[in-house]
Each structure stands twice: as C-alpha cells, then as structure tokens.
C-alpha cells in the first residue's frame, strides 16, 4: 500500500472509530497518523471489492450442521483472567485451560486486542484450544473484529504500555511499515501488521458466521451487507495475510459488520434486523461491539442478543456468556474471576 493511502486510511479509522461508549482510549502514544491526503472512506454503501489473487482458501460463512450446544462470547480486549473465567462458566476449558468441552462449539465474536495486557498470551491459547477441540469432536471459533483490523493498520490508540511490548521478537514485518511509526511500536506492526506472525492467525478465522440459524458477527449485519459476507470475509482474512494491497472497506465503513452501532443501543430497528435475518435464513443474531453495562440484553423478541458486557477489568462488567442449545431458550451463563 503507499504511503500516502495507507496514512490517510489510518486517518479515516482514527476518526470513525468511538471505542466503546463512555470510553477513552488507553494508549500513551498518539495513533500512528499522518497529515490528510484527501482521502475521505469508504461509504458505508460502497461494495467490498473482490479478494482477487488470494491463495487462502475459503471459510464457508454457514457451518455444515448445528451443533447440540452454542456458547458465544464477547469482547475480551486483552484480559486473559476474563477469558478463562468465561470459557470456565462455559465448560469449555479446565483448570489448565485445556478444552474440556467435548463436542461444545463456541464463537468469540472478535475484539480480543488491546486495553489489556494479555492480548498475546489470548492469542496464544485460542490457537491451542482451536487445536484441542477439534480433536475433541467440538470447535473454537474466534471471529475478527475492528480492534483486530485497527491494528493491522498501525491504530494503536487503544494498546496499554505493556502491550506495545507484549509482541517483542516477532519476526520482521512482511508489509512496509507505515510511516512516522516509533521505533517502540514496530515489533507490534512487526506481529500483528498485514503478514506478521500473528495477523496471519487472525487471517485463519472469518469476521461472520453462521452457525445453525444464528448468525455471528462483532458488530452485526444490516441487510445491505446481507448479500456480500464472503468478499467481506476473504478481504478481511487476505489483508491479514498480507495479500491484499488495500485494507478492506469492512474496516472504514461505518455501517459493516465489524463497526456499526445499529445494533448495540437501545433503540433497535427491528424491522431492518429481520430484513437480514430472512436474506441470510437465519432465526438469530448475536452481536458484540457495544458494551451493555448491565449484561447481556436480547431485543426484538429474543431475535437479537448484544453479548459485549465490558468483561474486562479495565471497564469491570460482569463475566457472562450466552449458550443457545437446540431445542431450549437462550440462557446467560454466569462466572467470576
């Protein structure tokens, strides 16, 4: 990517993105931003282009057959206490974070870097745990959300002190390193940056999926992204790989799966959220993205359920996850840390 595009992309996600409600972001360092260039972003209506050339295979958007039990959990920004807690309530890990879930699938709806300190050592067990359960018959399934993406771009607004160390070691940086990046942040981009060692685990994983008739996205999907989640998925996974020159248009737009608030407030379109559903022939949305501060809340008669409860310790909202088992109401499980 040039320079010139890749600093006022940055730019565009700088001032787009709001971070959860009532927060600020946590970095002592400025965004890694240059002077504008003209560039404005994407429009919410413009058309994900194609992922044209990339040589990562496809991840079907809908998983073959339901699973028997559906546990799905939100934003964990770095907190790894927060994801053990979980994924303990859920069944899914045991004492020694091993997967312990059987045939149990479970979905983390992306958001799993920055504002806390663990963000490598997260990464780090979700590769082992996707590995246990499929073994085990069961499956892990993290999601890509926009703090995945930001990162990639060098918006490092939201990362902690230590987690601007925490990549220390990575190999190079397979994408040029943007410009004007401080010599403190390049082992950062050097892992997380389009191609590094762990952009590319992130570039295994989808940013929507569709698990029995319940669609799973960070943000959700509003009906004019209905009919393109897999361009969204292959531009979003390509340009993590590093095969992409451009960073997809999920990323700026404001309206994508990965960014928009449609879902998350408490005045919700239903009728718009249903027009998705029916395009998708789904029954169910799940959604993250917007912190409910009193826990996990459903809307539209239990057709949308917002999962992101600030779990962190940074933002101190409860620990809870929300399990759809075939033939039973949704049910919120509850941990402590």
Known sequence: MRPAVWSAFVLVVVACDRGHPREAPT???????????????????????????CTLAPIALRRPAAPHRLVAVGD?????????????????????????????????????????????????????????????????????????????????????????????????????????????????????GPGGSYAKQLAAHAAVTIVGDTVLSHAGVLPAWAGRLDDVNATARCWLDGQRGEPPTSLAAQDSPVRTRAYGGDTVDCAQLHAALDALHATRMVVAHTVQHGGITSACDGALWRID?????????????????????????????
């Open 76 to 192: 964990l920004h770095g907190d790894l206490a927060a994801m053990r807690a979980v994924l303990r309530a859920a069944g899914a890990i045991d004492d020694h974070d091993h997967w312990a879930g059987g045939d149990l699938v479970v979905v983390q709806t992306g958001d799993v870097l920055d504002r806390g300190d663990g963000e490598r050592q997260i990464l780090d067990l979700s590769a082992r745990l996707e590995t246990e359960a499929k073994a085990a018959g069961g499956a892990w399934i993290p999601l890509i959300g926009n703090h995945e993406l930001m990162n990639s771009v060098g918006d490092f607004r939201y990362v902690t002190a230590a987690g601007m160390r925490a990549f220390d070691g990575a190999p190079p940086p397979a994408a040029p390193t943007p410009p004007g990046l401080p010599e403190a942040m390049r082992s950062r981009f050097a892992a997380l």
């Open 27 to 53: 970095a002592t360092s400025p965004p890694v931003v240059a002077p504008a260039t003209g560039i404005t972003g994407s429009s919410p209506t413009m058309a994900e282009p194609a992922a044209t050339g």
């Open 309 to 337: 409860v600030g779990m962190t310790q940074m933002i101190g909202g409860p620990i809870e996850a929300l399990e759809l088992t075939a033939g039973v109401a949704p049910k919120v499980l509850h941990g402590t840390r």
